[in-house]
Nanobody
């Protein structure tokens, strides 16, 4: 099974930026579709962004479109999420996930998950 470890979270002011990383090991990273999801306290886990195994297709939640960018480096076995113009409502634990088959916003298609990294945006 694939092991996923997120890093790069922290506390930032509204309007600031963060870059999250997800290091993958124990599997063939370049064959997996990848995604970022987040969960705020008291709320349900939600889709943020996805990217296909080749990096040729990306998809974003409406709430982050134009502000966040998902990317991957299949040589380094690493997934990234560049977050710009952060808002207080972006505050959540962010998780990376891997799908051996289907790409898309449905979290149930992702078999492997990281431990999460906290992002806190102050006003």
């Amino acid at each position: 099974q694939v092991q996923l470890v997120e890093s790069g979270g922290g506390l930032v002011q509204a309007g600031g930026s963060l870059r999250l990383s997800c290091a993958a090991s124990g599997g063939t990273f370049n064959t997996y579709n990848m995604g970022w999801f987040r969960q705020a306290p008291g709320k349900e886990r939600e889709f943020v962004a996805t990217i296909t195994w080749s990096g040729g297709r990306t998809n974003y939640a409406d709430s982050v479109k134009g502000r966040f960018t998902i990317s991957r480096d299949n040589v380094k076995n690493t997934l990234y999420l560049q977050m710009n113009s952060l808002k207080p409502e972006d505050t959540a634990v962010y998780y990376c996930a891997a799908s051996p088959t289907i790409s898309g916003p449905n979290a149930r298609n992702y078999a492997y998950w990281g431990q999460g990294t906290q992002v806190t945006v102050s006003s």
